[in-house]
């Protein structure tokens, strides 16, 4: 049974990683006890779901603009001062969203713009924070140390959202921003004991054309070019592409609890937290990961589950009929409770060694930048998808859209693996970008 359960060797054997794991473990939760807070704020100010919808749009835009161009800087400069600077800016952000909530300041217009300040200082802080990793532990613990965190982070989204909507219920606003501002120190302490970490010099660097001396727009888009050029560091991003545009269900979880299974927005938040659970027992059990030496095969078997889980969620959705229930129907929400679980667990498990190959096999002097696109992909995909399953709903309704997205992202992403054959045989072993 121990084999099973997740490999705590990177604790124990870094005193750095465990700091930074304890501290962003910590801030995580108070972040989410942001993102709903603001939501809710948003909405207590203008009664509109639009208003609260036009909360991502702020959020995501920044996130993608300077994901890209945050790598680069991570590349170019010592990513302990990187992170940590980012990461000062982030608390103080963080500090202005309690005041305006304790002043009453009751301004939407602020709060977008706190927001997306959040969001560009998070964009520069996240590649940075990822690329320190592969400098704190040996490359044979990237899939432990990247389960670990994804557990964190799966907590974080299943108990964050509960605890800041009973904050602001019991105490207002200012109260679950303010406990986010304190929580936030844990992650400002844990960056700043780190130790230098200057980029590694780029091989040709000497010879004065190494992509670490370029800077601004160039090295983004040197970047990218490294990447054109890298299959195996490509695919583990399209991949994730084939199952986040195509198959990704959040954006029909609220229909489903109001139209299909009944409850409501109960029922819709017992959905959402399934699919988190899924990704927390995945990391609890994630012992084994580390022996997993055929990384891009684990990749597209856990997608292939992926795709096929929410296919099956689709299907109890076609089965009980768009009928407005009175009552919940359990045994129906059983069954989309168990798909949404391997679901959310099969997204850990693509998501654990995605990043792990793109921390052993891209060179240092590229994390950064990867990182940049890495984030850059893992948010907006999820946008792009809601998007996608949303007009599919209109058309179809929400239990063929979940059906037609599951099976559209298997031959996709077969399509995908059989045009990339090396990344069917990617061997950790010996990691080739």
Same mark, same amino acid.
Do not use: K
């Given at each position: ?16 990683? /465990? ?8 801030? !995580? ?20 779901? +639009? ?28 990513? /302990? ?64 140390? !990247? ?27 200012? =109260? ?12 400002? =302490? ?219 992202? +298997? ?13 069917? /045989? ?8």
């Amino acid at each position: 049974m121990a084999r099973l359960l997740a490999d705590l060797t990177p604790l124990r054997v870094s005193p750095d990683f /465990r700091r930074l794991w304890w501290g962003l473990g910590i801030s !995580n939760l108070g972040s989410q006890l942001t993102v709903v807070a603001v939501g809710l704020q948003v909405y207590d100010l203008t009664g509109s779901t +639009l208003a609260v919808g036009t909360l991502g749009v702020f959020a995501l835009v920044p996130l993608m603009v300077l994901g890209l161009y945050g790598g680069a800087l991570v590349d170019r400069h010592d990513r /302990r001062t990187v992170a940590l600077l980012a990461s000062v800016v982030l608390w103080l952000v963080t500090i202005a969203i309690a005041v305006q909530a304790w002043l009453d300041v009751g301004s939407v217009h602020l709060l977008y713009g706190l927001v997306a300040l959040q969001s560009a200082a998070f964009a520069i802080n996240n590649p940075a924070r990822s690329a320190i990793i592969p400098r704190l532990l040996p490359a044979h613990l990237m899939p432990a140390a !990247n389960a670990l965190q994804t557990l964190t982070l799966n907590v974080a989204l299943t108990g964050g959202p509960l605890a800041g909507s009973a904050l602001v219920l019991a105490g207002g606003y200012g =109260w679950a921003y303010t406990i986010d501002a304190l929580a936030f120190t844990a992650a400002l =302490w844990a960056t700043w004991r780190l130790p230098h970490l200057p980029p590694e010099v780029a091989p040709d660097a000497a010879a004065g054309a190494g992509v670490q001396r370029a800077s601004g727009l160039r090295s983004v888009l040197d970047g990218l070019r490294y990447l054109a050029t890298r299959p195996n560091l490509r695919t583990s991003f399209v991949v994730d592409l084939c199952a986040m545009v195509l198959a990704f269900p959040r954006v029909l979880l609220p229909a489903a609890g109001l139209i299909y299974l009944g409850g409501g927005a109960g029922t819709t938040g017992v959905l959402a937290a399934a699919f988190a659970a899924g990704g927390i027992l995945a990391t609890l059990f994630s012992g084994p990961f580390g022996h997993v030496h055929r990384q891009g095969r684990a990749i597209i078997w856990a997608i292939t589950a992926w795709a096929l889980s929410v296919a099956a969620f689709g299907v109890v959705l076609v089965l009980v009929g768009r009928g407005n229930p009175t009552g919940v129907l359990a045994g129906a929400l059983v069954l989309a409770c168990v798909a949404l679980m391997l679901a959310g667990g099969t997204d850990a498990v693509s998501a654990i060694f995605r990043q792990s190959i793109l921390q052993t096999a891209a060179p240092d002097h590229m994390r950064g930048r990867l990182q940049g696109v890495f984030i850059v992909v893992v948010a907006g995909g999820p946008r792009l998808g809601e998007l996608w399953l949303g007009a599919q709903a209109s058309w179809f309704t929400e239990g063929w859209a979940a059906v037609a997205g599951g099976l559209t992202c +298997l031959v996709a992403l077969w399509l995908v693996a059989w045009r990339t054959p090396r990344f069917w /045989r990617y061997d950790a072993r010996t990691p080739e970008p």
